[in-house]
């Protein structure tokens, strides 16, 4: 039955054309052109990609009924018969996976990421930063990408972490491996002109060679961890390890590359993007920069960070919750009706593709005094938002992010590490926005790194 008030009036998007409807408008720029549609219609969509209707929410009643409320009638829009979209990339893992698949999956993969476990990661994730600035230099060199720095530092992270491995040597390949496929999966999924996977277009053989490469690697590690017979209690124990509870059975080679991919993919991307937007925030915001590392240096005296210091840098976690409120990693979250339905008044036919637009969400002005502001200040003490699901930078619901806390903590600790040791500057005019899976910065963030003197270096000089 139709759900209680508040209602919302569904409003077409004007100017469709035959048979692509608003395809031209959408593929160049799609975020901010969901953006200009919901300023300027509402926060109930209706619009056309070739021949698809697709239907945009930006409003916390919207996604909460879709992502909490009604998950029985909403799924995740991957079909394994058909795969599309990320599933293209990543199988059945745990972000493309549905059903008693996904059941079975979330089961297995949830105890590594508890707080507990968490807390014991926290030396190692350091431990990896450090080894990785060891190489930064010394003194101020020609700006670098830091976006690309930051996704060779969490690629690290994530590797040590859950894998217990290097994977430096080959950070370069996954990362490329990783950004082509991830191209194809978005317009797969979005563009009805592009030609099918199957015809040997330059796309096509792009993609079908960066999938090879990675399961080169995905494979590699598994045979090395299993002929090593070595114990490590990662999630890589944890996988291979795991029975079903009724068969008996354990996860099949497709099964856990699948799950593998997933991890290193979504395990990386999403908190370097995270980190690339925050740093490009802090450098043109001077004043919560320096509020930033006067906290840093105040707490940890130039040591490196601990699990202990983590709890006494409100303000640099502040800063790290406004990064994702202004560029959530994952900007939009689309789910498929599965049965007819109403939610607050909008009307869904079975397969009507839905879109959750959280970067609409977190900038909603209902919701957030100066929405387009940054203001680190709003997430202190009582000034904290109080609207439960104008914030939704890991989703909600039973299809939440399960590496929120995961990411949460690498978030905050990397700010802090890096924060106590370098300025980081802007060394260009102009950032883009590019969404591809993950909203990150169009060709990079060229930032230039100046070594900080932190409060025991200056002692030690000072002696």
Same mark, same amino acid.
């Given at each position: *039955?139709?759900?209680?008030?508040?209602?919302?009036?569904?409003v077409?998007?004007p100017g469709?054309?035959?048979?692509?409807?608003?395809?031209?408008?959408?593929?160049?720029?799609?975020?901010?052109?969901l953006?200009?549609?919901?300023?300027?219609?509402?926060?109930?969509?209706?619009?056309?990609?070739?021949?698809?209707?697709?239907y945009?929410?930006?409003?916390?009643?919207l996604?909460?009924?879709?992502?909490?409320?009604?998950?029985?009638?909403?799924?995740?829009?991957?079909?394994?018969?058909?795969?599309?979209?990320?599933a293209?990339?990543?199988?059945?893992?745990?972000?493309?996976?549905?059903?008693?698949?996904?059941?079975?999956?979330?089961?297995?993969?949830q105890?590594?990421?508890?707080r507990?476990?968490?807390?014991?990661?926290?030396d190692? &994730?350091?431990?990896?930063?450090e080894?990785?600035?060891?190489?930064?230099?010394t003194?101020?060199?020609?700006?670098?990408?830091?976006?690309?720095? &930051?996704?060779?530092?969490t690629?690290?992270?994530?590797?040590?972490?859950?894998?217990?491995?290097?994977?430096? +040597?080959?950070?370069?390949?996954?990362?490329?491996?990783?950004?082509?496929?991830?191209?194809?999966?978005?317009?797969?999924?979005?563009?009805?002109?592009?030609?099918?996977?199957?015809?040997?277009?330059?796309?096509?053989?792009?993609?079908?060679?960066?999938? /090879?490469?990675?399961?080169?690697?995905?494979?590699?590690?598994?045979?090395?961890?299993?002929?090593?017979?070595?114990?490590?209690?990662?999630?890589?124990?944890?996988?291979?390890?795991a029975?079903?509870?009724?068969?008996?059975?354990?996860?099949?080679?497709?099964?856990? /590359?699948?799950?593998?991919?997933?991890?290193?993919?979504?395990?990386?991307?999403?908190?370097?993007n995270?980190?690339?937007?925050?740093?490009?925030?802090? %450098?043109?915001?001077?004043? %919560?920069?320096?509020?930033?590392?006067?906290?840093?240096?105040?707490?940890?005296?130039?040591?490196?960070?601990?699990?202990?210091?983590?709890?006494?840098?409100?303000?640099?976690?502040?800063?790290?919750?406004?990064?994702?409120?202004?560029?959530?990693?994952?900007?939009?979250?689309p789910?498929?009706? *599965?049965?007819?339905?109403?939610?607050?008044?909008?009307?869904?036919? +079975?397969?009507?593709?839905?879109?959750?637009?959280?970067?609409?969400?977190?900038?909603?002005?209902?919701?957030?005094?100066?929405?387009?502001?940054?203001?680190?200040?709003?997430?202190?003490?009582?000034?904290?938002?109080?609207?439960?699901?104008?914030?939704?930078?890991?989703? %909600?619901?039973p299809?939440?992010?399960?590496?929120?806390?995961?990411?949460?903590?690498?978030?905050?600790?990397?700010?802090?590490?890096?924060?106590?040791?370098?300025?980081?500057?802007?060394? +260009?005019?102009?950032?883009e926005? +590019?969404?591809m899976?993950?909203?990150?910065?169009?060709?990079?963030?060229?930032m230039?790194?100046?070594?900080?003197?932190?409060?025991?270096?200056?002692?030690?000089?000072?002696?």
């Amino acid at each position: *039955m139709p759900d209680p008030t508040p209602s919302f009036t569904l409003v077409d998007v004007p100017g469709a054309a035959p048979l692509l409807g608003h395809l031209h408008a959408y593929k160049t720029r799609p975020l901010d052109q969901l953006w200009t549609w919901w300023r300027q219609h509402g926060d109930a969509l209706r619009f056309r990609l070739g021949l698809t209707t697709r239907y945009l929410f930006s409003h916390p009643d919207l996604a909460e009924a879709v992502l909490v409320k009604h998950t029985d009638r909403f799924a995740k829009v991957y079909d394994p018969r058909r795969p599309s979209g990320l599933a293209l990339v990543l199988g059945t893992g745990l972000v493309t996976a549905s059903g008693d698949v996904w059941k079975r999956h979330r089961r297995i993969i949830q105890p590594i990421f508890h707080r507990v476990r968490i807390a014991t990661m926290v030396d190692r &994730m350091a431990q990896v930063g450090e080894q990785r600035m060891a190489g930064w230099a010394t003194k101020e060199e020609p700006p670098v990408d830091i976006a690309a720095e &930051m996704r060779q530092l969490t690629l690290e992270v994530i590797s040590h972490t859950m894998f217990s491995t290097s994977m430096a +040597q080959h950070i370069d390949r996954i990362i490329h491996a990783l950004q082509v496929s991830s191209q194809y999966a978005i317009e797969s999924d979005s563009n009805p002109l592009l030609l099918p996977l199957w015809m040997p277009t330059s796309r096509s053989r792009a993609f079908r060679s960066a999938m /090879r490469s990675m399961d080169e690697l995905i494979y590699g590690l598994l045979a090395r961890r299993r002929q090593s017979g070595e114990l490590h209690g990662d999630l890589l124990d944890v996988l291979l390890h795991a029975r079903d509870d009724e068969t008996g059975e354990g996860l099949t080679d497709q099964e856990l /590359r699948d799950e593998i991919l997933t991890i290193f993919a979504a395990g990386h991307s999403t908190t370097a993007n995270a980190l690339s937007w925050t740093w490009y925030l802090l %450098a043109t915001h001077p004043d %919560a920069k320096a509020r930033f590392h006067e906290e840093v240096d105040r707490v940890l005296q130039g040591r490196t960070p601990s699990a202990e210091d983590l709890e006494h840098l409100p303000y640099t976690r502040a800063i790290f919750e406004e990064s994702l409120r202004l560029y959530p990693t994952i900007p939009l979250i689309p789910r498929k009706v *599965m049965t007819p339905t109403t939610v607050h008044g909008v009307s869904l036919p +079975q397969g009507a593709r839905v879109l959750i637009s959280l970067y609409n969400l977190h900038r909603h002005p209902d919701f957030w005094p100066h929405p387009d502001q940054f203001l680190p200040e709003r997430w202190l003490g009582s000034d904290r938002p109080c609207a439960r699901y104008a914030y939704l930078p890991f989703g %909600a619901g039973p299809r939440a992010c399960v590496g929120l806390h995961f990411a949460s903590v690498e978030g905050l600790l990397l700010l802090a590490l890096v924060g106590r040791r370098y300025d980081l500057q802007l060394a +260009q005019d102009r950032v883009e926005l +590019q969404f591809m899976v993950t909203l990150r910065p169009k060709g990079g963030l060229r930032m230039a790194r100046q070594p900080r003197i932190t409060p025991a270096v200056s002692a030690a000089h000072a002696d």
